[in-house]
Each structure stands twice: as structure tokens, then as C-alpha cells.
T-cell receptor, first 116, second 114 residues
Framework: GAVVSQHPSRVICKSGTSVKIECRSLDFQATTMFWYRQFPKQSLMLMAT?????????EQGVEKDKFLINHASLTLSTLTVTSAHPEDSSFYIC????????????FGNGTRLTVT | AQSVTQLDSHVSVSEGTPVLLRCNYSSSYSPSLFWYVQHPNKGLQLLLKYTSAATLVKGINGFEAEFKKSETSFHLTKPSAHMSDAAEYFC????????????FGAGTRLFVKA
């Protein structure tokens, strides 16, 4: 079945540094990928929609300059948390659809970001 | 307004007993519906999906769900709970709004007692 790989699974960084998270579709091409943030014991919050070859579409309230998204190829999207602060500590999950707009989302295993 | 409601934030069952996780949605369209499971510090795994075919949908690990349009419900069931079923479950709806935006329910935490 469709597989989405997310890397790293865990990362600890210091305040002020930047962290890049990669999301890859391993056996299908994904023109659209999605980035979510999940707070403890809460549901997923859509941060942005990543479109291959064009700018990402950000949800209201998500800072574009802080959460940089690059979708350079049909199998790779990256999320960079710039100038990280402790409040950015969270669980970040990416997803992609394998075919068509209404097919199920396939999720990566998530990245636990801790900013010290 | 379109929405997805998971009626229980927590459900606790004994091992070997049935599981019922409830989900209701409101929509002006015919949506596609999904159930996902999330184990601690993990991504989400698709359990099953409904996309306007058979109303009773069978998924992995013995789970199934029935789409009831008249009740706008898509409850998740399993005849006999296993300890490994303890996790967070999300009801997800796609296609409610234009552009097939995906909407997540708040989640239901399933506890399984020995």
C-alpha cells in the first residue's frame, strides 16, 4: 500500500535554531501533501497544504515565515521550523493522497520536536 | 456549518467485549468518511473508508463501520476488543466542502482493560 516516510522521528534543538522535517511518498507521486500539528491529547490541526512546484497554502493563524514549506518534487515536501521557540515544541505529521482528491490520506509517523 | 463530532472523548472496555466509537457529521454534500487509529507518538493508520459504495465497511484488525445517511453517522465497531486496540481513534470526513478539504474529529481515546 501507499507509504509515507517522515524524518526525523524525534528532534531536540535549541531556541533560535531551525529544524527541517522531511516527508516522502515512497511508492506514489503526491502533487499535494499536508502538514499537521498535534498538541498533546488533541486532534490534528492542519497547518498548510503543500503543492508541488508552487507555494504552499497556509491555514489561518499559521505563520508562513516561521513554518517554511517546500515541495520541490512529486515525492518530497519539507517543513522548516525557523527560529524555533519552546512553544513550537509539538508533534508534526505530514500526509499525502495517493490518487485523486477524495482518496484517503496516508500519514507519516510524525516528528516529535522539542525546543529547549 | 459542516462538522464532525466524535461523541465520546474516552471509551473504556474490557478485553473481549465489543467496541463502539461514535461519529456524526453534518454536511450538505455526500462525503467520504474514514476512520484512523493513532498509537502513542505515532502517525495515523487508516482503518477503513467509505466512499459511496457499500454502507457497511470492513477494515483492518476486525473493525467495521456502518454509514447511515439518515442519521448522518459513521460509527466504528469491533466485536471483541484486544489489548492492542488501545489507542486514539479519529473520524475523518473529506469532501464536505469544496476542494475536498479534510476535517478531523476531536478523537476518542480507547482504553482496554484486562
Amino acid at each position: 500500500g501507499a507509504v509515507v516516510s517522515q524524518h526525523p522521528s524525534r528532534v531536540i534543538c535549541k531556541s533560535g535554531t531551525s529544524v527541517k522535517i522531511e516527508c516522502r511518498s515512497l511508492d506514489f507521486q503526491a502533487t499535494t501533501m499536508f502538514w499537521y500539528r498535534q498538541f498533546p491529547k488533541q486532534s490534528l490541526m492542519l497547518m498548510a497544504t503543500s503543492n508541488e512546484g508552487s507555494k504552499a497554502t497556509y491555514e489561518q493563524g499559521v505563520e508562513k515565515d516561521k513554518f517554511l514549506i517546500n515541495h520541490a518534487s512529486l515525492t518530497l515536501s519539507t517543513l522548516t521550523v525557523t527560529s524555533a521557540h519552546p512553544e513550537d515544541s509539538s508533534f508534526y505529521i505530514c500526509s499525502a493522497r495517493s490518487t485523486g482528491d477524495n482518496s484517503p490520506l496516508h500519514f507519516g509517523n510524525g516528528t516529535r520536536l522539542t525546543v529547549t | 456549518a459542516q462538522s464532525v463530532t466524535q461523541l465520546d472523548s474516552h471509551v473504556s472496555v474490557s478485553e473481549g467485549t465489543p467496541v463502539l466509537l461514535r461519529c456524526n457529521y453534518s454536511s450538505s454534500y455526500s462525503p467520504s468518511l474514514f476512520w484512523y487509529v493513532q498509537h502513542p507518538n505515532k502517525g495515523l493508520q487508516l482503518l477503513l473508508k467509505y466512499t459511496s459504495a457499500a454502507t457497511l465497511v470492513k477494515g483492518i484488525n476486525g473493525f467495521e463501520a456502518e454509514f447511515k445517511k439518515s442519521e448522518t453517522s459513521f460509527h466504528l465497531t469491533k466485536p471483541s476488543a484486544h489489548m492492542s486496540d488501545a489507542a486514539e481513534y479519529f473520524c475523518v470526513v473529506s469532501g464536505i466542502t469544496g476542494g475536498f478539504k479534510t476535517i478531523f474529529g476531536a478523537g476518542t481515546r480507547l482504553f482496554v482493560k484486562a
